[in-house]
């Protein structure tokens, strides 16, 4: 994911974007995030078992209220295949860190 974020992001700065500068790295986004989220989400979701559905609600809130700070600040951008490579690729990357993180600093729980 972290790869396709990074494509993602020089194929929409560097390059003028075309159909595969844009789709490829989208494409393997959606495959590492098929993979991982559902592990990940268990795994957040395993030490309190009890607390799962308000947990995977308030996920679902983050998720919509994220993508309307994403689609906010993609007005600023003058093209939208610049705004998509910059900000999505950008919030891929922030995510992935900070879940590479988590599973640094949780690795011996698991």
């Not at 700065?13 to 490829?24: E, Q, R, S």
């Not at 983050?62 to 910059?86: E, K, W």
């Amino acid at each position: 994911m972290l790869v396709a974020a990074l494509t993602l992001i020089l194929g929409t700065v560097i390059v003028p974007p075309n159909f595969w500068t844009v789709m490829l790295p989208v494409a393997l986004d959606a495959f590492g995030y098929a993979h991982a989220a559902p592990a990940v989400m268990t795994a957040a979701f395993a030490t309190h078992p009890e607390r799962a559905g308000a947990a995977s609600a308030l996920h679902g809130f983050m998720q919509i209220g994220t993508g309307f700070c994403i689609g906010l600040f993609a007005t600023v951008f003058p093209s939208p295949a610049l705004a998509m490579g910059v900000l999505i690729g950008t919030s891929i990357r922030i995510g992935s860190v900070f879940g590479l993180l988590w599973v640094r600093n949780h690795v011996n729980e698991l």
